[in-house]
């Protein structure tokens, strides 16, 4: 027998088990008897990278209102990060800021940012998630197709191709009454979409070519500065590489490079201490010039920021709804991603508390409302981010991007 009050249906599936994935199936367990997240990878047994989200060796910081969702969500999570080694950043007063027009003013603002290897916090969520009586997880199991309603107006589950004992992949079909795709990036939802016979939708990507080099070094015992973080700020389109330190878990900094000139920013060793030397302040440069590397230096260059209009969409199937990563990307400097995502996921719970209230479990015209306030809440921060990136020399594609934008968010 339930214990919940609002059941919408007995399974609800995720697909993709980042961090959007399981902010989203927290929620859904407060309105599906079961919740299954559908995960490419294995989930590792401790803190440690996986290659499905290839960027958690990149710096991640979790922004203040992501922070407050999280802790909503699981409650505790701040002082586990914290129990982890999650450095505590007054992002005004700890951290020494060159912006395009000189040096920031530095005072304790009380805008605090929690800084620290991004795996870390997938892990302290994915172990609140296990000790859920109703959530279960298929891992290493590789999400293909929507399974179709008998109606042909909806979706019913998802087929996935999972290996067996023996290595060998098995197509499986698992049914479910609600289908969320958080699979990021890399999503095929549109082209699932196409083969259940809608349109794709259309997509708005805006690029600067911007590459990320970072490496870990040890905090010296000697550093006595009176600052935890420095932000040298690119000014495009004169400047346009930036550098940052953070101190993470570990008694570690988190030292990064970003460029969007061709080939850089460099894993060679002399090109990424020179390039941290270029920098308009060698302030980067003088803390770790004397530290202890702590790791190789790592390369990544993401795809920079793409907006899939799935709100825009005239026709789409009832019980599939998008988030996360698969909708909206950005261009990583801004810190956005993760908030945004969790923004997103409580979005969905906000329209599932809205049926359920109304003692309802027809889900139907869900997926059109919520993806129609998905595109309003990313609406700011894709502004905040490709105003920016629109500086740069070599962005690509901002007209089509503001056309876009004002169909979809202001019309
Ligand atoms: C270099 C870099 C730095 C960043 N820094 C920050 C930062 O400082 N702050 C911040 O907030 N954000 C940052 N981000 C953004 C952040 O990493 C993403 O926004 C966030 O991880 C998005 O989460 P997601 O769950 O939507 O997608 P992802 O993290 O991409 O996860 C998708 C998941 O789906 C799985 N998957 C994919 N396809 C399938 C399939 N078919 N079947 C089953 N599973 C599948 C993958 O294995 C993965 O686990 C950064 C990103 C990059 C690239």
């Given at each position: 027998?339930?214990?919940?009050?609002?059941?919408?249906?007995?399974?609800?599936?995720?697909?993709?088990?980042?961090?959007?994935?399981?902010?989203?199936?927290k929620i859904l367990t407060n309105y599906f008897e079961r919740v299954t997240i559908i995960e490419r990878d294995r989930f590792p047994s401790q803190p440690e990278p996986r290659k499905g989200i290839s960027?958690?060796?990149?710096?991640?910081?979790?922004?203040?209102?992501?922070?407050?969702?999280?802790?909503?969500?699981?409650?505790?999570?701040?002082?586990?990060?914290?129990?982890?080694?999650?450095?505590?950043?007054?992002?005004?007063?700890?951290?020494?800021?060159?912006?395009?027009?000189?040096?920031?003013?530095?005072?304790?603002?009380?805008?605090?940012?929690?800084?620290?290897?991004?795996?870390?916090?997938?892990?302290?969520?994915?172990?609140?998630?296990?000790?859920?009586?109703?959530?279960?997880?298929?891992?290493?199991?590789?999400?293909?197709?929507?399974?179709?309603?008998?109606?042909?107006?909806?979706?019913?589950?998802?087929?996935?191709?999972?290996?067996?004992?023996?290595?060998?992949?098995?197509?499986?079909?698992?049914?479910?009454?609600?289908?969320?795709?958080?699979?990021?990036?890399?999503?095929?939802?549109?082209?699932?979409?196409?083969?259940?016979?809608?349109?794709?939708?259309?997509?708005?990507?805006?690029?600067?070519?911007?590459?990320?080099?970072?490496?870990?070094?040890?905090?010296?015992?000697?550093?006595?500065?009176?600052?935890?973080?420095?932000?040298?700020?690119?000014?495009?389109?004169?400047?346009?590489?930036?550098?940052?330190?953070?101190?993470?878990?570990?008694?570690?900094?988190?030292?990064?490079?970003?460029?969007?000139?061709?080939?850089?920013?460099?894993?060679?060793?002399?090109?990424?201490?020179?390039?941290?030397?270029?920098?308009?302040?060698?302030?980067?440069?003088?803390?770790?010039?004397?530290?202890?590397?702590?790791?190789?230096?790592?390369?990544?260059?993401?795809?920079?920021?793409?907006?899939?209009?799935?709100?825009?969409?005239?026709?789409?199937?009832?019980?599939?709804?998008?988030?996360?990563?698969?909708?909206?990307?950005?261009?990583?400097?801004?810190?956005?991603?993760?908030?945004?995502?969790?923004?997103?996921?409580?979005?969905?719970?906000?329209?599932?508390?809205?049926?359920?209230?109304?003692?309802?479990?027809?889900?139907?015209?869900?997926?059109?409302?919520?993806?129609?306030?998905?595109?309003?809440?990313?609406?700011?921060?894709w502004i905040a981010a490709t105003s920016q990136d629109a500086k740069y020399p070599t962005v690509k594609g901002i007209r089509c991007s503001l056309q876009n934008i004002r169909w979809s968010t202001w019309r």
């Amino acid at each position: 027998m339930s214990t919940k009050s609002t059941i919408l249906g007995d399974r609800a599936i995720v697909i993709g088990g980042s961090i959007a994935g399981l902010l989203t199936a927290k929620i859904l367990t407060n309105y599906f008897e079961r919740v299954t997240i559908i995960e490419r990878d294995r989930f590792p047994s401790q803190p440690e990278p996986r290659k499905g989200i290839s960027q958690c060796t990149q710096l991640h910081i979790l922004l203040a209102r992501g922070r407050q969702i999280m802790e909503e969500l699981f409650p505790g999570i701040y002082d586990e990060l914290i129990a982890q080694g999650a450095a505590t950043v007054d992002m005004v007063g700890d951290v020494k800021w060159f912006n395009p027009f000189g040096w920031s003013n530095r005072f304790p603002s009380g805008f605090m940012a929690l800084s620290f290897s991004r795996y870390i916090l997938d892990w302290l969520i994915y172990q609140r998630l296990i000790a859920i009586d109703g959530i279960n997880f298929q891992e290493q199991a590789y999400a293909t197709e929507l399974v179709p309603s008998q109606n042909n107006r909806g979706v019913s589950g998802v087929k996935f191709k999972q290996r067996d004992g023996t290595g060998k992949k098995i197509e499986q079909t698992l049914a479910a009454d609600f289908v969320v795709d958080a699979s990021g990036y890399s999503s095929n939802a549109p082209q699932w979409l196409k083969m259940l016979g809608y349109d794709a939708p259309e997509e708005t990507r805006i690029t600067t070519g911007m590459g990320y080099a970072s490496r870990l070094y040890e905090i010296p015992d000697d550093f006595q500065e009176d600052w935890k973080g420095a932000y040298i700020q690119a000014a495009p389109p004169q400047r346009t590489a930036m550098g940052v330190l953070y101190p993470i878990e570990n008694n570690r900094w988190i030292v990064g490079i970003c460029d969007t000139t061709p080939k850089r920013p460099s894993k060679d060793e002399n090109a990424f201490m020179s390039a941290l030397e270029q920098l308009p302040s060698p302030i980067i440069y003088n803390a770790v010039k004397q530290a202890e590397p702590a790791t190789p230096i790592d390369i990544y260059h993401p795809p920079g920021n793409r907006l899939r209009h799935y709100e825009q969409l005239t026709r789409q199937p009832e019980r599939f709804v998008v988030l996360g990563d698969a909708v909206c990307s950005f261009t990583p400097i801004y810190g956005q991603g993760m908030t945004v995502a969790a923004l997103g996921a409580m979005t969905l719970g906000e329209c599932l508390a809205e049926i359920s209230q109304q003692r309802s479990s027809n889900l139907s015209g869900l997926a059109k409302t919520f993806q129609t306030r998905l595109a309003k809440i990313n609406a700011d921060p894709w502004i905040a981010a490709t105003s920016q990136d629109a500086k740069y020399p070599t962005v690509k594609g901002i007209r089509c991007s503001l056309q876009n934008i004002r169909w979809s968010t202001w019309r």
